[in-house]
């Protein structure tokens, strides 16, 4: 939903007379507006009736203005004092009538609130706009009801994906913008144990139920495609168990996937003659290759064309003779090089020729509107190997998409269908020091250019280039502890001094804050339990419609561009 939508009805959201609205406004009511600022939001005081425990950081208010209505989330609770007396010499509240007098006027408890929407009422219209302003002294502040958030987040429908419920308010939901989720890259993002894996599973289960985007998921421990450990007791189902004809596994290791009994389509294979030195310049912190030994290789490239891997596997002294004698490289770093190159061997998916295009597979596989998930088996357990095949992979997907792209331009019907491309451990990807020459910082850039949009998940958001995280229109984020983490993940977002506290506090399951583009302001979510219940929701879904097929472009797209 955005803020120019007119097909919601958003005089319900916040209603022009609130006492005629709210029946019982003496139960919704939480206290009355006593300071604050645009940049650091609102200060309430609260009734004397209120409880003080009964709040949360990340609950949804209204506050009714004299023009205006906004809606607010609780960034702070805290206690205050009339008299400095209070604290030093707290008074005898045993008796009922000290406590009575006391409470909520010598000592209170107050709230801070961040703005997050306005309607304006004398504009005659019902539109939420971003807050340019806050509202004056003594104004009622309500907690915010089931038909306020329902209207602000709209309802469930072909682009609208249930994701779980609000603080506090566990009858309603809220509903991602799947259209607007993948028009541009997404985060997910929290520390380790928070539930990451799920939080994706959960997003990708949308994406292919509402046909969003086809998916490329590069699935490093297995967590996405047949089934999963889950700590709860029972294996929960991958993406392929959900959507079957929607859903294609390959895999690079055939035996940990038939030891599994997970139902793959084909084994990736790469030949060494298919590499080029492109495909291990990522891999420069991880294997520790230097400079040298990164030119070196464009060297061997050129000089001994797609031979040059297996060559320099089982390097001869007349081999080492020649280069140096007619290149600038030296033996010693060719020995350094091959020492590392050699690892290669230990990988049982790669192959000394290749036997077939991988690419060419998985490129007819999307083409065909299915997602993939390839797993990498005992393989995902190396580093090094991940960061290959990603690389090597998405580099070639990317090409074949961006001319596919200009070929069809002028005829969208042409276009190949919009692709989201999933990466774990992302921060070794997008490291600020090599994002702008790979692949993923470019994708990242393009926004959706090319139709390519990456989902990104990730524990370490601080390791993220900082110009990549600013193109990140979505991020979907866990309970994260380290300061440098929640900066990271804060960057360029409105309000972000009242959000810290409210990422800070999330607990440890089940809970994140979506910020971005997909919403039409930050939310704290209790998220959508991955088990039966929502298996039978999904494949109702399924089986009650017909498969809606991942959306492919029109002109107006290409104009937004």
């Known amino acids: ?94 008796d009922p009538f000290l406590r009575a007098v006391y409470s909520g006027t010598a000592a209170y408890g107050k709230i801070h609130a961040q703005p997050m929407l306005a309607i304006d009422d004398s504009e005659g219209q019902a539109t939420p706009k971003p807050v340019k302003t806050i509202p004056g002294h003594f104004v009622s502040v309500l907690n915010a009801t089931v038909s ?97 004809d929607q859903v294609s596994i390959c895999t690079l290791d055939g035996e940990s996937s038939r030891r599994r009994n997970a139902k793959f389509d084909f084994e990736v294979k790469i030949g060494y003659d298919e590499i080029e030195p492109e495909d291990i310049a990522m891999l420069r912190e991880t294997m520790g290759l230097s400079d040298a030994m990164i030119d070196a290789a464009y060297t061997l490239s050129k000089r001994w064309g797609k031979d040059w891997v297996q060559r320099l596997i089982d390097i001869t002294n007349e081999d080492i003779e020649d280069i140096e004698a007619n290149t600038p490289t030296r033996g010693g770093t060719l020995a350094a090089l091959q020492r590392r190159i050699q690892r290669f061997e230990r990988w049982g998916f790669l192959v000394p020729f290749s036997t077939g295009d991988s690419v060419d597979s998985i490129m007819k596989l999307i083409e065909d509107q299915r997602s993939v998930v390839l797993e990498f088996g005992r393989y995902g357990n190396s580093l090094e190997a991940y960061m290959l095949v990603t690389n090597y992979l998405t580099r070639r997907i990317h090409e074949r998409y961006v001319e596919r792209v200009e070929q069809a331009l002028g005829d969208s019907a042409m276009e190949p269908p919009q692709l989201l491309i999933t990466i774990e451990e992302a921060h070794k990807f997008l490291d600020p020091k090599i994002a702008s020459q790979t692949i993923f910082g470019i994708i990242a850039r ?65 809970q994140a804050i979506i910020m971005g583009h997909a919403v039409p302001m930050p939310v704290v979510v209790k998220t959508r339990t991955y088990d039966e219940e929502f298996y039978a929701a999904i494949q109702g879904e399924i089986g009650g419609t017909p498969a809606i097929k991942p959306r492919r472009n029109n002109g107006k797209d290409r104009r937004l561009r």
């Open 1 to 94: 939903m955005t803020y120019s939508d007119n097909s919601v009805d958003l005089e319900q959201m916040f209603p022009r007379d609130a006492r005629s609205y709210f029946a019982t406004e003496a139960d919704l009511r939480l206290g009355v507006l006593v300071g604050g600022s645009l940049s650091k939001g609102l200060v309430i005081k609260l009734d004397s009736g209120v409880s003080i425990e009964d709040l949360a950081v990340g609950r949804y208010i209204v506050v009714h203005g004299e023009n205006k209505r906004f809606f607010c989330m609780i960034t702070d609770i805290l206690l205050d004092h009339t008299n400095p007396e209070i604290q030093s010499a707290p008074p005898d509240i045993s």
């Open 148 to 244: 306020d958030v329902n209207a602000v987040f709209g309802k469930e429908d072909e682009t609208h994906f249930n994701v779980g419920t609000p603080l506090e308010l566990e009858t309603t939901q809220i509903n991602l913008n799947l259209r607007r989720l993948v028009e541009r890259s997404v985060g997910i993002f929290g520390k380790s144990g928070t539930g990451k894996s799920f939080l994706t599973r959960l997003l990708l289960a949308g994406v292919i139920a509402r046909g969003q985007a086809v998916n490329l998921i590069f699935d490093m421990h297995n967590d996405y495609g047949w089934e999963v450990e889950d700590e709860r007791g029972p294996r929960a189902k991958g993406l392929k168990q959900l959507f079957n």
């Open 446 to 510: 393009e926004l959706r250019k090319y139709n390519v949009t990456l989902l990104v998940v990730d524990q370490r958001p601080s390791g993220i280039d900082e110009e990549v995280m600013s193109q990140i229109g979505t991020r979907v984020t866990a309970l994260l502890d380290n300061e440098r983490d929640i900066n990271a993940v804060l960057t360029g977002i409105n309000g972000a001094a009242g959000l810290r506290e409210v990422l800070a506090r999330l607990d440890t399951k089940q």
